[in-house]
């Protein structure tokens, strides 16, 4: 059973602050590691996608991955209200022929 | 780039009706598309892998009976939700893969069965 764990928050952040979102998956053999941002009724929105271990960085946000301990992160910086979201950890195990295995989210409210 | 439509945005349906939803991938083909439920405060869950020209490959628990999924053009996928309950009442997601393994996600369907 692939699990994808996220801690659901609220996660409270001051704006401007960087907001760091968590996340930790089950399946040794996974690929692909996404971050997605769901707004509430929305559908998931693709911010960031990270293959190797180490760090990737896109405008505001910086991925992390740890493929040994299991582990992806994303920092979120300068954050702004408009960040304020639910934040989805999904993971591909099949080199691209599998659906995404998501993680509950975690809810980032940042603070004006 | 990698816009992904879906049509109806929100549906209701009297219980023991089916239900059809189209995803379209508007700029780009996609060989392999995914559907996905969402019921409220959960998580995607993947229901079927939907691949072009061939049967849909279904997660275990998902009735293939009563989820139909065509994918009859490189651009067209559809799901058909038959004999509708209210338990089916969810936030359909469909999603198309471009390049290697980046999924971009339709806007969602949202089904309620009276």
């Known amino acids: 059973q692939k699990e994808v764990e996220q801690n659901s928050g609220p996660l409270s952040v001051p704006e401007g602050a960087i907001a760091s979102l968590n996340c930790t998956y089950s399946?040794?053999?996974?690929?692909?590691f996404f971050w997605y941002r769901q707004y509430s009724g929305k559908s998931p929105e693709l911010i960031m996608f990270?293959?190797?271990?180490g760090d990737k960085e896109d405008g505001r946000f910086t991925a992390q991955l740890n493929k040994a301990s299991q582990y992806v992160s994303l920092l979120i910086r300068d954050s702004q209200p408009s960040d304020s979201a639910t934040y989805l950890c999904?993971?591909?195990?099949?080199?691209?022929?599998?659906?995404?295995?998501f993680g509950k989210g975690t809810h980032l409210i940042i603070q004006p | 780039g990698a816009v992904v439509s879906q049509h109806p945005s929100r549906v209701i349906c009297k219980s023991g009706t089916s239900v059809k939803i189209e995803c379209r991938s508007l700029?780009?083909?996609?060989?392999?598309m995914f559907w996905y439920r969402q019921f409220p405060k959960q998580s995607l869950m993947l229901m079927a892998t939907?691949?072009?020209?061939?049967?849909?490959?279904?997660e275990q628990g998902v009735e293939k009976d009563k989820f139909l999924i065509n994918h009859a053009s490189l651009t067209l996928s559809t799901l058909t939700v038959t004999s509708a309950h209210p338990e089916d009442s969810s936030f359909y997601i469909c999603?198309?893969?471009?390049?290697?393994?980046?999924?971009?996600f339709g806007p969602g369907t949202r089904l309620t069965v009276t």
């Open positions: 999603s198309a893969r471009v390049g290697m393994t980046e999924q971009y």
């Open positions: 399946d040794r053999g996974s690929q692909s």
């Open positions: 990270i293959y190797s271990n």
């Open positions: 999904a993971v591909e195990s099949g080199g691209g022929a599998d659906g995404l295995t």
């Open positions: 700029d780009f083909q996609a060989t392999t």
């Open positions: 939907s691949n072009e020209g061939s049967k849909a490959t279904y």
